[in-house]
């Protein structure tokens, strides 16, 4: 991806991030703009189409419904867009839910469950003597216990 083409996202999406904050939008699907969230913005290598990843935060409004609005009303926002940005022609717009800050959730929901199940098996197995007075050191089998094998031995050290 070109540097150009880098910043063009990033000016379409705080450009749209400004046209929803302000209100510039009269569709009443979206009268709680501050719960809607443009998470990222992808555009085409002719910048002739832009895709528009968008996040409701909360439980206020459902993703799918403020998406059909935005859709409903992309001709708009893109009219209202071309005012704001200056490239020879704005690009049409696609609104879609942002599915990846859910799937994140629900990645840390079954790593955080995995953690509870490995440290109740811990408790079960050990009851507690892992780190110890009386734990032991693990030994690689070289009868070498507690001596690490990530120093190297010095040549000269019996000299």
Do not use: C, W
Not at 20 to 40: F, W
Not at 91 to 119: K, M, N, T
């Amino acid at each position: 991806m070109s540097t150009r083409t880098q910043r063009v996202e990033q000016m379409l999406r705080r450009s749209l991030a400004d046209i929803l904050i302000r209100g510039e939008l009269r569709d009443p699907r979206l009268r709680n703009v501050a719960a809607i969230s443009i998470t990222a913005v992808k555009v085409s290598p002719d910048l002739g189409s832009a895709q528009v990843y968008v996040d409701v935060i909360g439980s206020d409004g459902d993703p799918r419904r403020i998406v059909e609005a935005l859709n409903a009303g992309s001709h708009a926002i893109r009219s209202k867009l071309g005012g704001r940005i200056r490239l020879k022609r704005t690009p049409s717009l696609r609104f879609l839910v942002d599915e990846s800050i859910e799937q994140g959730r629900r990645i840390e929901a079954v790593l955080a469950e995995l953690h509870a199940e490995e440290a109740a098996a811990g408790v079960a197995e050990g009851e507690g003597a892992r780190g110890g007075e009386g734990a032991e050191r693990p030994s690689d089998g070289d009868g070498t216990e507690g001596e690490s094998d990530d120093v190297p031995e010095d040549p000269d050290a019996g000299r």
